[in-house]
């Protein structure tokens, strides 16, 4: 019986000032392979998430699979899922959108390819609450995307920038929810300004390369700072990053990750320990990846 395999990537949403709007695939990823059976249900997951994440059908992989086969008219009659995870749940790397986009691009494959590419992504959009992950975890690159009344999401893709994403990864998960209910409703004019004129300056920088702007044009009114109080010592690991030659430096996504881009590969090294000391001195403990974006997006790999 027909089975694929999609491979999709880690994002990070925001980078800075880019709230809700901008974000990035990256070089780490999370299998879906997805068959049909003659009944029945099977989910299984390996490495992160295993022993964790549902084996049942409240998986978002498969619910998000459901739907498409509904949209699509297809009925099969068992499904089988494995799930290959290396993104860490929960710390803003786009794990949940990863699910989601793998499962509904497995899910397409698997019914005919009956549904766009916009489609699914509305579809995952919907279910995830916010396109930003979702994005570029579809179509990968460097991505801006809005969510308008008449036509949907609509979303463009550039060139990502040729950097290293160096990501001190925290040793504790941080739901969306949780970093989304401390942010304020209201927020002041001036600070709106602040984040437009930072947001399409960081377009700029992206797209034509003058990457020496991401350092004040990666800063933030809208989200950062209120998120502080969920990351102890981010304000100081982002200086550190900085100090350690870090071009510019941000918190990935919700959190609790935080990423520093560099050109120079030399320096990877010493903004890690800048990075690992500053969270260690704050009590935390992290994990360090060190990551590159991925242009590609969501791939079926097997068919
Ligand atoms: N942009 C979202 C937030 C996270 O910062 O709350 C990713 O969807």
Known sequence: MTKVKVRVPATTANLGPGFDVLGMALNLYNYIEMKEMDSGLEISVEGEGKGILPGDSSSIVYEIAWK?????????????????????????????????????????????????????????????????????????????????????????????????????????????????????????????????????????????????????????RLHQLYRVSLVPGMENVFEAALEAGALGVFLSGAGPTVIALTQDKSSIGKIKEAMKITFLNHDMDCSLLELEPDAQGAVIMEK
């Open 68 to 220: 498409v086969f509904k949209l699509a008219g297809y009925s099969p009659r068992g499904i089988k899922i494995k799930l290959t995870n290396n993104i860490p749940i929960a710390r803003g790397l786009g794990s949940s959108a990863a699910a989601l986009v793998g499962g509904a691009v497995a899910a397409n494959a698997l019914s005919g390819s009956r549904l766009s590419l916009e489609e699914l992504i509305n579809l995952a959009s919907e279910m995830e609450g916010h396109p930003d992950n979702v994005v570029p975890a579809a179509v990968g690159g460097f991505t801006l995307c809005i969510n308008t009344v008449d036509e949907g999401i609509i979303f463009r893709k550039i060139d990502p920038p040729e950097v290293y994403a160096v990501a001190a990864v925290p040793f504790f998960e941080l739901s969306t929810k949780k970093a989304r209910d401390v942010l304020p409703k209201m927020v002041s004019i001036k600070d709106a300004v602040f984040n437009m004129g930072r947001t399409s300056m960081l377009v700029y920088a992206v797209q034509t390369g003058e990457l020496r702007l991401l350092k004040n044009v990666m800063q933030d």
